[in-house]
């Protein structure tokens, strides 16, 4: 086996380096910068380029961190290296080792349909996939995202109109780019953030992804009227003083569980768009055919029906145990942030450990 799951993590035995690993080591290998898979106090990280400014403000000023193009091949003590687009946020990569003629690609978090915020997915041939299963079950479909944003735009102009503000929540790193970005053009505004979206927003935009102007609500000038604004936060604000600040309000989650009927009255918002950085069922297996794998490594997420359906086509496909958990924490920021003279000086409610970033 070319990979092994050791305690620490992924581990390539040949090359003697971990892909994401969940303890520090002395090589780890990079896939994209949410919380559960790129964790802090490894002595030397490789990335891809595209992701580099996200992952330095994930890691710290100090992290040692090597950056490759998208289809480089670097060595590592012998093992061919590379990275490959994975469609999930700014930087996200599939990671392909190759030793002695065997290929192995661990794809991280992973969509297929393209968008505006990151290089889109490509399939990767390889002898064993490592796919994720965060969306690994039929009922889970996507609509086209499209289709998305245009319920999204609609919400919000009912709310201008109405008088209220829209306060829509989705992951600070990646889901809250692509919000913005997918309403770029939709004459939506003004638009305000929450700290540790506005971070990231700076990121995505020092790396060429271009986005709607926003402006930080912190620094909003005291006594900003807030009807008819689109506030996009990280859904651990919800319920927090931070967002009374906007008054009459309406909120939304962006994100894949909202599919599910009642998961957007378990958590008290008024709208649930369905919008996911992971790939849905359909995509996910046909993620899987495309690579030619004849062995599969489910690693988080619903993994044994992926199993089953992949045995039952013949493959070779067993569950893994992984720490990677989808997105749990996928705020890359300290989340309390100065306020710009609010009543409520508090700050921000550290990020929750949340079912998934999806
Ligand atoms: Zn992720
Ligand atoms: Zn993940």
Same mark, same amino acid.
Request: charged share 25%; aromatic share 8%.
């Given at each position: 086996?070319?990979?092994?799951?050791?305690?620490?993590?992924?581990?390539?035995?040949?090359?003697?380096?971990?892909?994401?690993?969940?303890?520090?080591?002395?090589?780890?290998?990079?896939?994209?910068?949410?919380?559960?898979?790129?964790?802090?106090?490894?002595? %030397?990280?490789?990335?891809?380029?595209?992701?580099?400014?996200?992952?330095?403000?994930?890691?710290?000023?100090?992290?040692?961190?090597?950056?490759?193009?998208?289809?480089?091949?670097?060595?590592?003590?012998?093992?061919?290296?590379?990275?490959?687009?994975?469609?999930?946020?700014?930087?996200?990569?599939?990671?392909?080792?190759?030793?002695?003629?065997?290929?192995?690609?661990?794809?991280?978090?992973?969509?297929?349909?393209?968008?505006?915020?990151?290089?889109?997915?490509?399939?990767?041939?390889?002898?064993?996939?490592?796919?994720?299963?965060?969306?690994?079950?039929?009922?889970?479909?996507?609509?086209?995202?499209?289709?998305?944003?245009?319920?999204?735009?609609?919400?919000?102009?009912?709310?201008?109109?109405?008088?209220?503000?829209?306060?829509?929540?989705?992951?600070?790193?990646?889901?809250?780019?692509?919000?913005?970005?997918?309403?770029?053009?939709?004459?939506?505004?003004?638009?305000?953030?929450?700290?540790?979206?506005?971070?990231?927003?700076? @990121?995505?935009? @020092?790396?060429?992804?271009?986005?709607?102007?926003?402006?930080?609500?912190?620094?909003?000038?005291?006594?900003?009227?807030?009807?008819?604004?689109?506030?996009?936060?990280?859904?651990?604000?919800?319920?927090?003083?931070?967002?009374?600040?906007?008054?009459?309000?309406?909120?939304?989650?962006?994100?894949?569980?909202?599919?599910?009927?009642?998961?957007?009255?378990?958590?008290?918002?008024?709208?649930?768009?369905?919008?996911?950085?992971?790939?849905?069922?359909?995509?996910?297996?046909?993620?899987?055919?495309?690579?030619?794998?004849?062995?599969?490594?489910?690693?988080?997420?619903?993994?044994?029906?992926?199993?089953?359906?992949?045995?039952?086509?013949?493959?070779?496909?067993?569950?893994?145990?992984?720490?990677?958990?989808?997105?749990?924490?996928?705020?890359?920021?300290?989340?309390?942030?100065?306020?710009?003279?609010?009543?409520?000086?508090?700050?921000?409610?550290?990020?929750?450990?949340?079912?998934?970033? %999806?």
């Amino acid at each position: 086996m070319l990979l092994r799951v050791t305690e620490r993590g992924m581990y390539c035995e040949a090359g003697d380096f971990y892909v994401d690993p969940w303890l520090p080591v002395d090589r780890a290998v990079i896939t994209h910068a949410h919380g559960d898979h790129a964790r802090w106090g490894s002595r %030397a990280y490789l990335g891809s380029r595209e992701g580099e400014r996200v992952l330095r403000t994930r890691m710290g000023v100090g992290a040692r961190i090597r950056t490759v193009d998208f289809g480089e091949t670097v060595e590592v003590n012998g093992v061919r290296v590379s990275l490959h687009p994975a469609g999930h946020i700014l930087g996200s990569a599939q990671v392909r080792v190759e030793h002695r003629g065997e290929v192995w690609v661990v794809s991280g978090d992973y969509k297929t349909e393209p968008d505006s915020t990151c290089t889109p997915f490509e399939p990767v041939r390889c002898h064993t996939f490592v796919t994720e299963s965060t969306f690994g079950l039929p009922i889970y479909r996507w609509d086209p995202q499209a289709h998305t944003f245009a319920e999204i735009r609609a919400w919000w102009e009912a709310n201008r109109e109405a008088g209220r503000a829209s306060v829509l929540f989705g992951y600070a790193l990646g889901k809250a780019q692509r919000l913005l970005a997918g309403l770029l053009g939709a004459e939506v505004g003004p638009i305000y953030t929450h700290g540790a979206v506005e971070r990231l927003n700076q @990121d995505y935009r @020092d790396s060429g992804i271009a986005l709607p102007p926003t402006t930080h609500a912190g620094a909003a000038r005291k006594g900003t009227e807030y009807a008819g604004a689109l506030i996009v936060a990280p859904p651990s604000t919800q319920g927090s003083t931070w967002l009374r600040r906007f008054g009459p309000a309406s909120t939304a989650f962006a994100s894949g569980w909202m599919r599910i009927r009642g998961a957007r009255r378990r958590r008290s918002l008024d709208r649930g768009f369905v919008l996911s950085d992971h790939v849905d069922w359909p995509a996910l297996l046909g993620a899987v055919e495309a690579t030619g794998a004849e062995r599969v490594w489910v690693t988080h997420g619903y993994r044994e029906p992926v199993v089953r359906w992949l045995r039952e086509r013949g493959l070779e496909a067993e569950a893994v145990a992984s720490r990677w958990e989808g997105e749990p924490e996928a705020e890359p920021v300290a989340a309390d942030e100065p306020e710009g003279g609010g009543v409520d000086s508090g700050g921000e409610p550290a990020p929750a450990a949340e079912e998934e970033g %999806a």
